[in-house]
């Protein structure tokens, strides 16, 4: 499970924190989002890692320039599903989607191949509010020592290992906005749809009014379901400046090898590249989680690219 430890963080470019004098609780994350349906899948580890955390408030200027933003940390999303298929693909073809710095070194699934990971998010309450929110990224390392023996994601237990979103669009405005303040990456706007279940389920993305992305997951019959850690972090390049982002994640569902999926792609420019990846015949991974939770820390800037 990810600390969320607040040490002492530097905050990226643009952004400024202001510590509060209390620690987190639920309410208080959640101050202005309309009161709703939570589905908390583990309400002690809920509860007990909000307790350790120390409220903060962060500002952060708008994307588009007008204004800013002012956000409670840590976030929380206390009714969420998932779906994800991770994929192998040519390491040089993972090395072109990454920005140029030797900080972040692509994680192999074989010697040749690295790992890409396509997801989808339904957050129907959280702090940010309800939104879909669907991405592509490649799991990387920050810093290694040194060579990173190729393993598949469930041999993935070095705490260096995270995931660099290289498209990351979504359906909200406000989301949008407010992720490419705090993680630099454009987010694109467009609109979206995803279904979990306990057989699998479907996300799909239109940008334009164009089907531009479409997941399909369906897991094996005798795919077992349970609870499980999902805690990951998340790399983004904001300013010249390498950010970081953890998540506390919990989640009722599958996530292995018992099941299939498929990935289609639109005409629009934006799908192109992502078309053009030479995947590997079967995903490495799938995951179909209707009940998931999870609890972020604040962006920390780890120094220059």
Do not use: C
Request: hydrophobic fraction near 40%; proline fraction near 8%; avoid cysteine.
């Amino acid at each position: 499970m990810s600390d969320l430890s607040l040490r002492e963080i530097s905050t990226p470019p643009g952004v400024s924190a202001r510590a509060l004098a209390e620690h987190a609780t639920l309410a208080s994350v959640m101050d202005g989002v309309p009161p709703e349906h939570d589905d908390v899948v583990d309400p002690i580890l809920l509860r007990q890692t909000l307790d350790a955390q120390p409220l903060t408030e962060l500002t952060v200027a708008d994307a588009t320039g007008e204004g800013s933003h002012v956000l409670r940390f840590p976030m929380v999303a206390t009714d969420a599903s998932i779906l994800g298929a991770v994929y192998s693909i040519p390491l040089e073809q993972a090395e072109a989607l990454l920005p140029a710095t030797e900080r972040l070194v692509p994680v192999r699934a074989t010697p040749q191949r690295a790992a890409v990971s396509f997801f989808a998010w339904n957050v129907r309450r959280g702090s940010m509010g309800r939104y879909h929110e669907l991405g592509v990224a490649i799991p990387v390392m920050l810093d290694p020592a040194k060579e990173h023996a190729p393993a598949p994601p469930s041999h993935w237990r070095d705490t260096k290992i995270g995931l660099y979103a290289v498209e990351l669009p979504v359906d909200d405005p406000v989301v949008a906005s407010i992720g490419a303040s705090l993680s630099g990456l454009p987010h694109v706007l467009g609109a979206a749809d995803v279904e979990v279940d306990l057989r699998g389920g479907s996300a799909t993305f239109r940008l334009d009014g164009e089907p531009t992305a479409r997941l399909d997951v369906r897991l094996g019959r005798w795919a077992r379901h349970r609870r499980m850690d999902l805690s990951f972090q998340a790399y983004s390049l904001l300013g010249g400046r390498v950010v970081r982002q953890r998540y506390v994640a919990v989640g009722d569902g599958y996530r292995g090898r018992r099941g299939e999926a498929e990935l289609h792609f639109g005409e629009h420019r934006r799908a192109q590249r992502l078309a053009r990846l030479e995947l590997s015949r079967r995903p490495l991974e799938v995951r179909a989680m209707p009940r998931v939770n999870w609890i972020s820390s604040p962006p920390e800037d780890l120094g220059s690219v």
